[in-house]
């Protein structure tokens, strides 16, 4: 069963806009998180991480927010740029652990 | 550094076949996963080693599949016989306990 789910495959927004990506977790033992993006024919690329122990982390025009309770986090990504446009995975794990658990990915596609 | 190395890019089999995707991982990384990529299911984890040493093999999907890691710079995956159903993007990545997993190109396959 999926641990980490992304339920929007796809998002399309116009450039200069922000873009919101979503993704929901299961286990109550994950306490890092991760974002992947990817381009096509090559492999995910780390973007941004977030500890359990905050709620926020940002990064130039990413930013993570992460609501435990709900066991929800999401990417913000502002303004969006055509280069952004790329699949976006979502990625957790336990700090005592080394596998993460990914996401389906969401495709975003940032329109000029 | 290079980055994880993956080989060949491209793989196209016939049904029946042995196919071997190969990789080198990040020079001082003791960490390497494989994962497999669909459209279903993300990015599925099939097997990851610590010290060269096979930790979790939970997620490879069937008997047709192995993998080795013989020593800390490269490691195999092989699918004998190989099966239409099999045709993904197969990626490596590899991690030291610090940081987060860097990933491979990726390689392509196709079963005939």
């Known amino acids: 069963d999926q641990q980490v789910k992304q339920n929007s495959p796809s998002l399309s927004v116009q450039e200069g806009r922000i873009s919101i990506l979503n993704c929901d977790y299961t286990?109550?033992?994950?306490?890092?998180f991760l974002w992947y993006k990817k381009y096509p024919a090559e492999g995910p690329t780390f973007l941004i991480s977030?500890?359990?122990?905050?709620d926020k982390n940002e990064d130039g025009r990413f930013t993570v927010f992460l609501n435990k309770s709900a066991k929800h986090l999401s990417l913000h990504i502002v303004p969006s740029q055509p280069g952004d446009s790329a699949v976006y995975f979502c990625a957790a794990s336990e700090s005592t652990g080394n596998q993460f658990y990914f996401g389906t990915g969401t495709s975003l596609t940032v329109i000029p | 550094d290079a980055g994880v190395i993956q080989s060949p890019r491209h793989e196209v089999t016939e049904m029946g076949q042995e196919v071997t995707l190969r990789c080198k991982p990040i020079s001082g990384h003791n960490s390497l996963f494989w994962y497999r990529q669909t459209m279903m299911r993300g990015l599925e984890l099939l097997i990851y080693?610590?010290?060269?040493?096979?930790?979790?093999d939970s997620g490879m999907p069937e008997d047709r599949f192995s993998a080795k890691m013989p020593n800390a710079s490269f490691s195999t995956l092989k699918i004998q016989p190989s099966e239409p159903r099999d045709s993904a993007v197969y990626f490596c990545?590899?991690?030291?306990?610090?940081?987060?997993?860097?990933f491979g190109p990726g390689t392509r396959l196709t079963v005939l």
């Open positions: 080693f610590n010290n060269n040493v096979p930790i979790d």
């Open positions: 990545a590899s991690r030291d306990y610090y940081n987060e997993q860097f």
């Open positions: 977030i500890s359990s122990i905050k």
């Open positions: 286990n109550s033992m994950f306490d890092y």
